[in-house]
């Protein structure tokens, strides 16, 4: 292992691309968001067990998503400042303890204690996670955040199948065994660390690297560009929220399944949306961010608006088709935005993690107590619409073909 994480010689820091450290990471995000995902998988149960509302159920996707989205540009920014190669260990600690609370709670109060640690482990993992990602990439930046972000979807889309095979059927107790996965989080994280320290040694000597790939867009445009990758995480997460926080009670109530057979279809939705992580940035790196941006949250939409019309099948073949198109947009979204700003790569990453969090609890909230108030099925129809914002992509600067004829 020690071979593996050395660094190499000063003249190879930006040409070589770290695969170990960046299966590393994804490994690490894969068990960080599995841990994550043990809450919207356990929804059904704890409403059964707790007697919640769609309400509540929102609520505690809500207090997860905010704080895991308040504090993620905080500490990326602060990170910027003052690297800490260590702090991401600190963050599988705080989930750790959500996990143990969630296993054990003992009312609606604890639900929400456990979903506000393991939402503030996220915010400090995933901004120096995701800065490691951009170092280790030697230059392939989407096909690094692809890896990275294939971990995290991958561990999102195995949680929901281990909560079915080992909560379900044993009941609420039984996600200690997760407390595993947190423990394992831990150790790879202190060997990346390790080397992330003696690479920052390295980085920090070699400042101008990144500014020379500095776009040359005036503030204005550079701010407006932000925003308009803002509303479009918007767009994705509020759709998102839908489907994988209330998928299972669309099924159950519609197509009358178990909560066992719900459960598989979320995996299928999260496993599409693994897979199109993967694509969304290796295209990136070959075709430019912006076409990628483009297809994905557009080119979602008529997917989305046939699905909430079709029978059991073919809801399962859209939901699919939907995950593996609209999960493409992140990596490239992300990875234009650190472009946009490269100095600045940690706050970047907690900005757009931690706003990508923040809509999806805000969209898992307020859809909940539409949910009360009408039905899931109109939610899902109402949500449809969503990727039609895809359109203002238009309005985004083509930094591939600046930087091409620069």
């Given amino acids: 292992m020690e071979k593996t994480l050395a660094i190499p010689a000063q003249n190879t820091l930006v040409q070589k691309t770290f695969y170990t450290i960046l299966f590393a990471i994804s490994t690490s995000h894969f068990l960080n968001d599995m841990m994550q995902s043990v809450i919207q998988s356990v929804y059904p149960l704890l409403k059964q067990n707790y007697q919640l509302s769609f309400a509540q159920v929102g609520l505690i996707t809500f207090v997860f998503q905010v704080t895991a989205s308040i504090l993620q540009p905080f500490v990326g920014n602060y990170t910027d400042k003052n690297p800490r190669p260590y702090s991401f260990v600190a963050g599988m600690v705080f989930s750790l303890i959500g996990i143990i609370l969630l296993a054990y709670a003992h009312g609606f109060g604890v639900l929400l204690i456990a979903a506000g640690l393991i939402g503030i482990g996220s915010s400090i993992f995933h901004p120096e996670a995701s800065k490691v990602a951009y170092y280790a990439s030697g230059g392939k930046r989407g096909l690094a955040q692809s890896i990275f972000q294939l971990g995290g979807n991958g561990g999102s889309a195995i949680g929901p ?56 867009l005036s503030n204005t445009k550079i701010i407006s560009s932000i925003v308009i990758l803002l509303i479009l995480i918007f767009s994705k997460y509020f759709y998102m929220a839908s489907l994988s926080s209330y998928f299972t009670f669309y099924l159950i109530d519609k197509f009358h399944v178990s909560i066992q057979q719900s459960q598989l279809y979320l995996f299928i939705f999260l496993g599409a949306v693994a897979a199109g992580t993967l694509l969304g940035g290796s295209l990136g790196d070959r075709f430019g961010r912006k076409i990628i941006i483009w297809v994905s949250i557009l080119g979602a939409a008529p997917f989305t608006l046939l699905l909430p019309y079709v029978n059991l099948f073919w809801t399962g073949v859209l939901a699919a088709i939907i995950g593996v198109i609209i999960a493409s947009a992140f990596s490239a979204i992300l990875v234009y935005a650190q472009e946009l700003l490269p100095g600045k790569i940690g706050m970047v990453s907690g900005l757009f993690f931690g706003f990508a969090f923040g809509m999806g609890g805000l969209g898992s909230a307020l859809l909940g107590v539409l949910a009360d108030h009408t039905s899931m099925e109109y939610v899902f129809k109402l949500c449809a619409y969503l990727p039609l914002l895809g359109i203002i992509t238009v309005f985004l600067p083509d930094l591939k073909k600046r930087k091409t004829s620069s």
């Fill in 161 to 216: 199948l281990l909560v079915a095979a080992i909560v379900m059927p044993f009941g609420q107790s039984h996600i200690m065994w997760f407390t595993l996965s947190a423990l394992l989080g831990v150790f790879i994280l202190s060997k990346v660390g390790t080397w992330y320290k003696a690479h920052l040694h390295m980085h920090m000597s070699k400042k101008t690297v990144t500014a020379e790939h500095a776009p040359a």
